[in-house]
């Protein structure tokens, strides 16, 4: 009788180990398949966005993974009016956005305002020939490219004011990447949006823009 008693313990003993391991493979299933939902908001984006604009990989390295994500793009204006933006938003609050413009602006009043009153923003910069590109060093992450352009029908009356496509993203919320990383690839995002811009904006001397631009780290 002991002996069936005993049997019967060893028997619920390892029917419920079974039943105990049997859960944790459950729940280590759910937590994967959590994982891949999860995740999958980035990875479902389009591998080009903003008419070639950016980049699927760019924005998996800038912002958080999500449950979902969406993009999309607007171009406004012609010429000296133009106005080219973009966004990436995610159901976790964190934003990839930026727009190019044409703007009659030097490249020292470009570079006053993102420096802001008396330069109390540090800001790095890099160029090729006369397209310059900064970035700001502080918690704010921004990055801005300026490409010189001259736009059609610009009146006699402007013709010797300077004017340039502007290039600028930013991240709102979280970003995944920080330090250098994010600034080069916000400002890599600036200057793919300023080339558009230039091209849309049909400017006036036509440029071979390079593939990229100096990375910060070569400085």
Same mark, same amino acid.
Not at 105 to 108: K, N
Not at 162 to 168: D, F, Q, R, S
């Given at each position: 009788m002991e002996k069936e008693k005993r049997r019967q313990k060893v028997r619920v003993f390892q029917g419920n180990a079974r039943l105990a391991s049997l859960l944790i493979v459950i729940l280590g299933l759910l937590c994967g398949g959590g994982w891949i939902f999860f995740n999958k908001g980035l990875y479902l984006?389009?591998?080009e966005m903003c008419e070639g604009a950016l980049g699927r990989d760019a924005v998996k390295r800038v912002l958080p993974q999500a449950r979902a994500?969406?993009?999309g793009s607007r171009s406004q204006g012609a010429g000296r009016d133009l106005t080219f933006s973009c966004h990436v938003t995610t159901s976790g609050d964190s934003i990839l956005s930026g727009k190019a413009q044409v703007r009659s602006?030097?490249?020292?009043e470009w570079l006053e305002y993102y420096r802001g009153p008396g330069g109390r923003h540090q800001v790095i910069r890099v160029s090729v020939g006369d397209i310059e590109a900064l970035a700001l060093t502080e918690s704010r992450a921004t990055s801005s490219v300026y490409v010189p352009c001259t736009p059609p029908s610009v009146p006699s009356y402007e013709a010797s004011q300077? !004017?340039? /496509?502007?290039?600028?993203t930013? /991240? !709102?919320g979280q970003a995944e990447a920080t330090g250098e990383p994010l600034r080069q690839d916000l400002t890599d995002f600036a200057y793919q949006l300023a080339v558009h811009a230039y091209q849309l904006a049909e400017?006036?001397?036509p440029r071979d823009f390079p593939k990229e631009l100096p990375r910060y780290e070569d400085r």
């Open positions: 984006l389009p591998e994500a969406e993009s602006l030097s490249r020292e300077p !004017y340039a /496509v502007i290039g600028e930013w /991240v !709102y400017c006036k001397a």
